[in-house]
């Protein structure tokens, strides 16, 4: 009797990529570097409000120089986890999980660079020009990262529960996340909308969104470990 060796099903879910680690390394990179500015401010370090804490930066350029590179180097290991966000589930998700992550990252980015502008000795005796930058800053890396912070986990939560590789109940959080994170979008409507209403889904979006992301993390990397 002869026996064929039956070739794999090529429809097989990819395993998880490793560059998804870079997703737990963008939350503490955050985190890490909103303390420094913090600590190196006087507990003055940026503030949710536009405007608020401008005079924090001008009195300490450390401060927003610590706070503009911790969130490039977050928004650069962003736009790597998305990467791999995208060949984990890969599919015709793949492309949406790769767009909202270079967006995400691309924010978050560009917000530092505005704030790290901040810091220039240019700036003096310009103070119109100084609060249009910082108000500016606080758009694209407020609601506008969040925003389509909100667009890439949203995406992965999705993807997540109809491949069955993460649990129900985590890509579930990760859609209430994602739908606290778009919410966001409602501080571009001031002054129609009252500031108090609307800039609490801010932050809920962002740390909602940094649980969902180590929690994704962590199991799509446990589910690769041979049983046993």
Do not use: C
């Not at 737990?24 to 003055?44: C, E, K, P, R, Y």
């Not at 609601?143 to 590789?165: D, E, F, N, Q, W």
């Amino acid at each position: 009797m002869t026996y064929t060796e039956v070739p794999r099903s090529s429809t097989a879910p990819p395993r998880p990529d490793p560059r998804l680690w870079a997703g737990i390394g963008s939350v503490l990179i955050f985190l890490v570097g909103l303390a420094l500015t913090n600590v190196i401010a006087g507990g003055a370090g940026p503030a949710p409000v536009p405007g608020m804490s401008l005079p924090a930066f001008a009195a300490n350029p450390t401060s927003a120089a610590v706070n503009a590179l911790g969130q490039a180097l977050s928004g650069i290991a962003l736009v790597v986890f998305a990467s791999g966000l995208a060949r984990t589930f890969g599919g015709r998700i793949a492309a949406q999980l790769t767009a909202s992550g270079a967006l995400a990252g691309g924010t978050l980015i560009l917000s530092a660079v505005l704030m790290q502008s901040l810091t220039s000795p240019g700036l003096t005796g310009q103070p119109a020009l100084a609060v249009a930058l910082f108000n500016l800053a606080f758009l694209i890396g407020g609601p506008a990262h969040v925003v389509t912070l909100a667009m890439l986990l949203g995406s992965a939560a999705i993807a997540g529960r109809r491949s069955g590789r993460l649990p129900h109940w985590l890509s579930t959080f990760g859609m209430v996340a994602s739908g606290a994170g778009l919410l966001a979008v409602l501080n571009l409507g001031s002054p129609l909308l009252p500031f108090a209403a609307t800039a609490y889904f801010i932050p809920a979006g962002r740390f909602l969104g940094f649980v969902f992301i180590v929690g994704m993390v962590l199991n799509l990397r446990r589910s690769d470990r041979p049983a046993g």
